[in-house]
């Protein structure tokens, strides 16, 4: 292990077995990352049913009107709207892409306890790279993104074609930029160096 890789294991991380509480902490973590936007749209929700319902005063350029309150109807229409979409295109794929990781450690890679690391814009699940082979590595790295992709792929056949999109989304992880991506670059640039 290198001298990144311990600092990274000395940061915000929590150690994990990979059995069935472990796997239920992992969807633990992930959902606790959209718990802001989700109380956000749940206090719209709440204020949308305490607000008043009744007549409510209008100024308009040169006269005053009294319209009936709609306000508190509509906000209770966008707070449901945003918890759907967050919970429907964002926590769900979310959560299942890193399952998708998580089993392929389990399964390919035979990997029992791993580490998750995150943060307030990022969720990593960190294991000792002693215990990847490079094809294993390869396979755990596309693991997250395919889960997500196979999700997406249900919804477009479902006829849903915008939730479709944002599980498809999970694939521009797999771009080097990202940490599924630089897993994919050192898995393949190991894979193909002489004597692999």
């Known amino acids: ?22 796997m239920l902490y992992l969807c633990y973590r992930v959902a606790v990352l959209f718990l802001p936007i989700i109380v956000f749209a749940f206090l719209l929700v709440i204020g949308g049913l305490l ?16 319209r009936e309150g709609k306000l508190a109807a509509g906000l209770v229409v966008l707070g449901l709207l945003i918890m759907w979409l967050v919970v429907t295109c964002a926590l769900i ?3 299942i892409h890193e399952l998708g990781h ?5 399964y390919v890679a035979g990997v029992r306890h791993i580490r ?4 307030p814009l990022r969720f990593s ?11 294993s590595s390869l396979m755990v790295a596309v693991a997250g993104p395919a889960a997500a992709f196979i999700g997406g ?14 599980w498809y989304m999970h694939l521009i992880m797999l771009l080097p930029l990202f940490g599924d991506g630089k897993e994919l670059v050192k898995a393949i640039t190991a894979i193909r160096a002489p004597g692999a």
């Not at 998580?102 to 389990?106: N, T, V």
């Open 1 to 22: 292990m290198n001298a990144s890789n311990k600092q990274i294991w000395a940061g915000r991380s929590r150690p994990l077995t990979l059995n069935l509480s472990g």
């Open 51 to 66: 607000g008043d319902q009744g007549q409510h005063i209008y100024f308009t350029p040169g006269r005053v009107e009294m």
């Open 93 to 95: 794929p979310a959560v």
């Open 102 to 106: 998580a089993l392929a450690l389990r």
């Open 116 to 119: 998750i690391e995150s943060t």
């Open 125 to 135: 699940l960190l294991t000792p790279h002693e215990d990847l082979t490079p094809k």
């Open 153 to 166: 792929t249900v919804w477009q056949l479902m006829g849903h074609s915008f939730i479709a999109f944002w």
